[in-house]
């Protein structure tokens, strides 16, 4: 086989909620297990194993799943943008196709952050909205290089992970079809 057609059918809104669920749970695990201490001291601040969980979920996983479906549908636009429908089946060219989307998704945070933080405002600023909060804190204060460069790790494997997934998932699909020699 010489050339990999991309389907891009793993590069999908469920499987992008999936891998950005991945990467949270793994990530909260390894925060758990670096500072035990600090988290359980969160977690009886807030009053619980249940509000803890209500406050993770409405001020972190809920709001990076907007990031993850806007990365997916920036994924799939890029492909359409520069036309790229198949991918040589060596390394230099598998390279050079992820190296494609680097920089759309270093802009990406450009795309998704205003929405994510809105969706975190709403969330979170329930029943207190105030439009200077949520410009100062949730809008303009978020857009920053401490910021960004957080984000930046996160959707980089979010989004490469995403890519290697579909790909894999094409090269098996195309594989299974052909005939054997």
Request: hydrophobic share 50%.
């Given at each position: ?7 891009r ?9 999936a ?68 991918v ?26 205003p929405?994510t933080?809105?969706?975190r ?40 992970a ?10 098996h ?5 052909s005939?054997?020699?």
């Amino acid at each position: 086989m010489r050339a990999i057609r991309l389907s891009r059918s793993y590069l999908k809104p469920t499987t992008g909620v999936a891998v950005m669920l991945v990467v949270f749970l793994f990530s909260e695990l390894v925060s758990w297990l670096a500072s035990y201490p600090i988290n359980l001291l969160k977690m009886q601040q807030v009053g619980g194993v249940l509000p803890y969980l209500w406050l993770v979920l409405r001020s972190l996983l809920i709001p990076e799943v907007m990031t993850a479906l806007i990365v997916v549908w920036l994924l799939n636009q890029a492909h359409r943008w520069f036309g790229i429908e198949q991918v040589e089946s060596n390394w230099r060219s598998i390279l050079g196709y992820k190296l494609i989307f680097l920089p759309v998704l270093a802009l990406s945070f450009i795309f998704f952050n205003p929405v994510t933080e809105t969706v975190r405002f709403l969330l979170e600023g329930y029943p207190r909205y105030s439009l200077s909060t949520f410009w100062n804190v949730y809008l303009a204060g978020t857009f920053s290089w401490p910021i960004y460069i957080r984000y930046l790790a996160l959707v980089l494997v979010v989004g490469y992970a995403l890519l290697t997934i579909s790909l894999l998932g094409d090269l098996h699909r195309q594989t299974s079809l052909s005939p054997t020699r």
